[in-house]
């Protein structure tokens, strides 16, 4: 099992371009998640799908689209980047039993904005 | 007031000491109650989860939950070099709009000395 994968592991952007960060996982989740972790502020919630089908806001969901593209993989897509969006993002994606739930992360993805 | 609050450190503990770390937080309708260890440079991965009242002991590490004081802690006994990370403590709210998200803290920086 590879558990939680992310593409790519670094990207330079320029102010105004596009581009998709790609998360997939290989234990049959039901949700997946997207976070941003910046210097002193934790993990912000982007936004994260309960399930195949459904996506909903985070905390920090602004500048952001997602894409939930079947059971195994989630999409975030930045359309317009902004130096704001500089950060380090994560993908997670957890088993729910019951009231228990675990989630797994991905390596993260280092964005750079310019 | 933030919803989930951690003491950001760094917290400096001599080789083979009692790490004790700490988390308040502001929902009581809050059910699940995690820690996370992050390395510089890589994802967070879960050590400990509580769910009631108490303490739950898994090797060094023992996480103790109060949720008339929201209050919930994670204590490493024989502390060594390789505990030195970033402990993240999440919080979980079950149910309602809030289903699926997990609110982090800004993380404690733990430095063990030799």
């Known amino acids: 099992n590879a558990g939680v994968t992310q593409t790519p592991k670094f990207q330079v952007l320029k102010t105004g371009q596009s581009m998709t960060l790609q998360c997939a996982q290989d234990m049959n989740h039901n949700s997946m998640y997207w976070y941003r972790q910046d210097p002193g502020m934790g993990l912000r919630l982007i936004y994260y799908s309960a399930s195949e089908g459904t996506t909903d806001k985070g905390e920090v969901p602004n500048g952001y689209n997602v894409s939930r593209l079947n059971k195994r993989e989630f999409s975030l897509r930045l359309e317009s980047a902004a130096p704001s969006q500089t950060s380090v993002y994560f993908c997670a994606s957890s088993r729910t039993s019951g009231n228990r739930e675990t989630q797994y992360f991905g390596p993260g993805t280092r964005l750079l904005v310019l | 007031q933030k919803e989930v609050e951690q003491n950001s450190g760094p917290l400096s503990v001599p080789e083979g000491a009692i790490a004790s770390l700490n988390c308040t937080y502001s929902?009581?309708?809050?059910?699940?109650f995690f820690w996370y260890r992050q390395y510089s440079g890589k994802s967070p991965e879960l050590i400990m989860s509580?769910?009631?009242?108490g303490d739950k002991e898994d090797g060094r590490f023992t996480a103790q939950l109060n949720k008339a004081s929201q209050y919930v802690s994670l204590l490493i006994r024989d502390s060594q070099p390789s505990d030195s990370a970033t402990y993240l403590c999440a919080v979980r709210h079950w149910g309602g709009t809030s289903y699926g998200k997990l609110t982090f803290g800004q993380g404690t920086i733990l430095t063990v000395h030799p």
């Open positions: 929902d009581r309708g809050s059910q699940s």
């Open positions: 509580i769910y009631s009242n």
